[in-house]
């Protein structure tokens, strides 16, 4: 203990009878110390039982009817604390615990002092609150599992450990479990899940869910291994499962059986690819378009042919490949049909890879979905190149000359014919010449066609160099040509003069020798001309006017002009009715053979030379001259000279029997000679006249010894073998 001014007490019993103080004090110091080092302390114990127990016997004896009313008093409180303190209390928590046994149809009565009674009536709350939020999630757990089991897809629950801990009945029926049987079993076992291309086991998500905590789908192509034996090919996704505070709890795996769809999106696909092979198979250029009108589609002999690739040609991309003259036209026709949802052809250029515009047929034609919706269009395109060349040959074949690619007799008449119309509606005047060359058959017959052809060719190249842009220059064929030249003046005067400058350059042109590989050949032209329009004529009356006017130009000595006069359509009508009428005497057999006596110097008679006469009904008696020009033209002088030929030998041999045999001498046009058959014609003639070949003498002209000197020459020996002479003279002038 530590000294101080005032004692110490400290107890002696546990009770606190007995007590002691102490107290310390200095004691005074000695001369030979510094200071006071000597210390005392008084120590005094006192024992207080029996002034307690005197005391005690005070506060009884003085204290005890307060005392006792204390005690009373406690004991009035007590009871008032257990009746309505403790036993409310107690009800309480016999309440409670019975809340917490599980029995919530628990009530306490709400008595006593306010605060208990409000405990109570809260207490009652809070139960009935406890009913119904089990009654709610009782509902809610029917309505959840009303749900579970009537979910069209399959639905698993796992664990954070990846052992399942529901499924629902479309899952069990998939898997082949029970919920029973899966439950606490890994979902690896359960849910058995392979690679439908490779056969392979595939990643359940289940455990990235958990390692990733987002959610994740199955792969495609994925087949699930139904325990009892089916395969089902499924679709799924796995998410995460968290309570209110965010922790993960599980995984649930939703599923469901696409088999049917997989089916369907198989044949889907070889429907497709059966589609995609079909257009990239062929020749045509396949494509597809949208609602927006652009193209969504382009099969590969497209790309192909345009070299471009399907981004650039999608949307609108192929009009830069359509060829700017025909690109509006183009565009034009494909809205507008687009717009009335019809069917459309049309044909444009569209560049190829190497460059080049090509001719392109498009088909197109509207394009409907299963229920009948409109869904864009659906085209065909063919590379028609090759067949509009083809068309545009056969046109010019139709319509120009094979040899000089000049307009033919079809095109000129046409043109003829609209040159008319106009000339009459717009009064002004035009010429039609026709242009025969002179001695032309020589040149083919002695230096071949090739270079008659040649020669054709030529002369084209000359009549259109003087033509105009708007003028016609067509062949008729072989040596002849005609050309129409239209709206040359406001009269006839002045346009048929035009015409005839026009001519006299074009003869004058071809009096110009013609060089063919080095070698010249000269063949002049005749030309007749004739205007319009006059009264009511035809193009058949124009066409007739020019070749009369240059048969005119042919008599008058060839390379010269002649233009058409009325009177000469006299002698056209004259010429034409003398042909008829000689097509008549020929297949009528109107003719009579004169004989004209040969006798040599001493005037003896040595032989006789066969005429012709035409013995005419109205005409008389027309000589050769007349007739024989015309026959020659017309091809009737091959009939007329086997008849000549056949009369004469009946003759010979008459006389030959008669015994007064006489040479007689037949002339044989260069047309009859040049008959295929003309030897053979010969030979039966002889055999079925009887007549002896040493009385026949054929005359042929100079020209055809010229002209066909090889032909000529073998023809003459193999007759000259049967006893025949020949002799030089001109046919039928006798």
Same mark, same amino acid.
């Given at each position: 203990?530590? *000294?101080?001014?005032?004692?110490?007490?400290?107890?002696?019993?546990? #009770?606190g009878v007995r007590v002691a103080a102490m107290q310390p004090f200095?004691?005074?110091?000695?001369?030979?110390?510094?200071?006071?080092?000597?210390?005392?302390?008084? %120590?005094?114990?006192?024992?207080?039982?029996?002034?307690?127990?005197?005391?005690?016997?005070?506060?009884?004896?003085?204290?005890?009817?307060?005392?006792?009313?204390?005690?009373?008093?406690?004991?009035?409180?007590?009871?008032?604390?257990?009746?309505?303190?403790?036993? @409310?209390?107690?009800?309480?928590?016999?309440?409670?615990?019975? =809340?917490?046994?599980?029995?919530?149809?628990?009530?306490?009565?709400?008595?006593?002092?306010?605060?208990?009674?409000?405990?109570?009536?809260?207490?009652?709350?809070?139960?009935?609150?406890?009913?119904?939020?089990?009654?709610?999630?009782?509902?809610?757990?029917?309505?959840?599992?009303?749900?579970?089991? /009537?979910?069209?897809?399959?639905? +698993?629950?796992?664990?954070?450990?990846?052992?399942?801990?529901?499924?629902?009945?479309?899952?069990?029926?998939?898997?082949?479990?029970?919920?029973?049987?899966?439950?606490?079993?890994?979902? /690896?076992?359960?849910?058995?899940?392979?690679?439908?291309?490779?056969?392979?086991?595939?990643?359940?998500?289940?455990?990235?869910?958990?390692?990733?905590?987002?959610?994740?789908?199955?792969?495609?192509?994925?087949?699930?291994?139904?325990?009892?034996?089916?395969? %089902?090919?499924?679709?799924?996704?796995?998410?995460?499962?968290?309570?209110?505070? $965010?922790?993960?709890?599980?995984?649930?795996?939703?599923?469901?059986?696409?088999?049917?769809?997989?089916?369907?999106?198989?044949?889907?696909?070889?429907?497709?690819?059966?589609?995609?092979?079909?257009?990239?198979?062929?020749?045509?250029?396949?494509?597809?378009?949208?609602?927006?009108?652009?193209? &969504?589609?382009?099969?590969?002999?497209?790309?192909?042919?345009?070299?471009?690739?399907?981004?650039?040609?999608?949307?609108?991309?192929?009009?830069?490949?359509?060829?700017?003259?025909?690109?509006?036209?183009?565009?034009?026709?494909?809205?507008?049909?687009?717009?009335?949802?019809?069917?459309?052809?049309?044909?444009?250029?569209?560049?190829?890879?190497?460059?080049?515009?090509?001719?392109?047929?498009?088909?197109?034609?509207?394009?409907?979905?299963?229920?009948?919706?409109?869904?864009?269009?659906?085209?065909?395109?063919? #590379?028609?190149? &090759? *067949?509009?060349?083809?068309?545009?040959?056969?046109?010019?074949?139709?319509?120009?000359?094979? +040899?000089?690619?000049?307009?033919?007799?079809? =095109?000129?008449?046409?043109?003829?014919?609209?040159?008319?119309?106009a000339a009459h509606r717009n009064r002004r005047c035009g010429a039609?010449?026709?242009?025969?060359?002179?001695?032309?058959?020589?040149?083919? &017959?002695?230096?071949?066609?090739?270079?008659?052809?040649?020669?054709?060719?030529?002369?084209?190249?000359?009549?259109?160099?003087? =033509?105009?842009? $708007?003028?016609?220059?067509?062949?008729?064929?072989?040596?002849?040509?005609?050309?129409?030249?239209? #709206?040359?003046?406001?009269?006839?005067?002045?346009?048929?003069?035009?015409?005839?400058?026009?001519?006299?350059?074009?003869?004058?042109?071809?009096?110009?020798?013609?060089?063919?590989?080095?070698?010249?050949?000269?063949?002049?032209?005749?030309?007749?001309?004739?205007?319009?329009?006059?009264? /009511?004529?035809?193009?058949?009356?124009?066409?007739?006017?020019? &070749?009369?006017?240059?048969?005119?130009?042919?008599?008058?000595?060839?390379?010269?002009?002649? %233009?058409?006069? @009325?009177?000469?359509?006299?002698?056209?009508?004259?010429?034409?009715?003398? #042909?008829?009428?000689?097509?008549?005497?020929?297949?009528?057999?109107?003719?009579?053979?004169?004989?004209?006596?040969?006798?040599?110097?001493?005037? !003896?008679?040595?032989?006789?030379?066969?005429?012709?006469?035409?013995?005419?009904?109205?005409?008389?008696?027309?000589? @050769?001259?007349?007739?024989?020009?015309?026959?020659?033209?017309?091809?009737?002088?091959?009939? =007329?000279?086997?008849?000549?030929?056949?009369?004469?030998c009946q003759l010979i041999a008459r006389l030959d029997a008669e015994?007064?045999?006489?040479?007689?001498?037949?002339?044989?046009?260069?047309?009859?000679?040049?008959?295929?058959?003309?030897?053979?014609?010969? !030979?039966?003639?002889?055999?079925?006249?009887?007549?002896?070949? $040493?009385?026949?003498?054929?005359?042929?002209?100079?020209?055809?010894?010229?002209?066909?000197?090889?032909?000529?020459?073998?023809?003459?020996?193999?007759?000259?073998?049967?006893?025949?002479?020949?002799?030089?003279?001109?046919?039928?002038?006798?």
């Amino acid at each position: 203990m530590k *000294a101080g001014r005032l004692p110490v007490f400290f107890p002696l019993s546990p #009770d606190g009878v007995r007590v002691a103080a102490m107290q310390p004090f200095q004691m005074p110091a000695d001369a030979r110390q510094l200071r006071r080092q000597r210390q005392g302390m008084v %120590y005094v114990a006192f024992d207080l039982a029996r002034e307690r127990e005197t005391a005690r016997e005070f506060v009884l004896k003085g204290r005890a009817p307060e005392l006792a009313a204390i005690l009373l008093l406690i004991g009035l409180l007590g009871w008032l604390l257990h009746r309505y303190v403790a036993s @409310p209390l107690g009800r309480l928590a016999q309440a409670a615990d019975t =809340l917490r046994s599980g029995q919530l149809d628990v009530a306490v009565p709400e008595q006593g002092p306010q605060e208990i009674a409000r405990l109570a009536g809260n207490f009652n709350a809070m139960t009935r609150a406890v009913r119904e939020a089990q009654a709610n999630l009782a509902t809610s757990e029917e309505r959840l599992s009303i749900t579970l089991q /009537s979910i069209g897809d399959a639905l +698993l629950a796992t664990d954070t450990d990846e052992r399942v801990t529901l499924m629902n009945p479309v899952a069990e029926a998939l898997c082949g479990w029970t919920q029973a049987e899966a439950m606490g079993h890994p979902v /690896s076992e359960v849910f058995v899940i392979r690679n439908a291309l490779t056969g392979e086991p595939a990643e359940i998500p289940v455990g990235r869910v958990i390692r990733e905590g987002r959610v994740v789908g199955l792969a495609n192509h994925t087949i699930l291994l139904a325990r009892n034996g089916p395969n %089902y090919h499924i679709a799924d996704s796995a998410a995460p499962i968290r309570n209110a505070q $965010g922790e993960l709890q599980g995984v649930v795996l939703v599923f469901r059986d696409v088999s049917e769809e997989y089916a369907l999106r198989e044949a889907l696909a070889d429907s497709e690819l059966h589609f995609r092979t079909l257009a990239n198979s062929g020749q045509a250029l396949v494509w597809t378009a949208g609602l927006d009108k652009g193209c &969504d589609y382009f099969n590969e002999p497209w790309l192909a042919f345009t070299g471009r690739t399907l981004e650039q040609e999608l949307g609108q991309g192929w009009a830069e490949g359509v060829h700017p003259d025909d690109l509006p036209s183009c565009i034009e026709i494909y809205h507008a049909a687009f717009d009335r949802r019809e069917s459309f052809s049309l044909e444009y250029r569209l560049r190829h890879a190497s460059g080049e515009y090509r001719w392109i047929m498009d088909q197109g034609s509207p394009r409907f979905g299963s229920q009948g919706q409109f869904q864009g269009y659906v085209g065909h395109c063919m #590379d028609v190149t &090759d *067949a509009k060349r083809a068309e545009a040959e056969i046109e010019r074949l139709a319509y120009h000359d094979a +040899l000089t690619s000049l307009p033919n007799r079809l =095109l000129f008449r046409d043109r003829l014919s609209q040159a008319l119309a106009a000339a009459h509606r717009n009064r002004r005047c035009g010429a039609v010449m026709f242009v025969d060359l002179d001695q032309f058959k020589r040149i083919n &017959d002695v230096h071949g066609h090739a270079v008659g052809d040649a020669v054709l060719g030529e002369v084209a190249r000359r009549l259109e160099y003087y =033509l105009r842009e $708007g003028d016609t220059v067509a062949r008729l064929g072989g040596d002849e040509f005609v050309i129409l030249l239209p #709206d040359l003046a406001a009269s006839l005067e002045d346009a048929g003069a035009l015409a005839m400058t026009v001519a006299e350059k074009i003869r004058g042109a071809l009096e110009n020798p013609v060089a063919i590989d080095g070698q010249e050949y000269v063949s002049t032209a005749s030309i007749g001309i004739t205007v319009f329009p006059k009264d /009511s004529e035809t193009v058949d009356d124009l066409m007739r006017e020019a &070749d009369t006017a240059m048969y005119r130009a042919k008599e008058r000595g060839r390379n010269a002009l002649a %233009y058409f006069e @009325p009177t000469m359509q006299e002698a056209v009508v004259e010429r034409y009715a003398l #042909d008829r009428e000689l097509r008549e005497a020929v297949r009528e057999r109107s003719f009579e053979l004169h004989l004209q006596s040969q006798v040599n110097a001493d005037g !003896k008679v040595i032989g006789a030379e066969a005429l012709v006469r035409w013995r005419h009904p109205q005409r008389g008696l027309v000589m @050769p001259a007349s007739f024989i020009p015309l026959a020659e033209e017309s091809g009737l002088i091959v009939p =007329l000279g086997e008849w000549v030929l056949r009369e004469a030998c009946q003759l010979i041999a008459r006389l030959d029997a008669e015994g007064r045999g006489l040479r007689i001498a037949v002339n044989v046009s260069p047309r009859q000679f040049h008959q295929a058959d003309f030897v053979q014609r010969v !030979k039966d003639i002889l055999a079925t006249t009887g007549a002896d070949p $040493g009385y026949l003498t054929l005359e042929i002209t100079e020209n055809l010894l010229v002209e066909h000197a090889s032909e000529a020459v073998a023809r003459m020996t193999e007759l000259a073998a049967l006893g025949l002479r020949f002799a030089i003279d001109d046919f039928g002038t006798g």
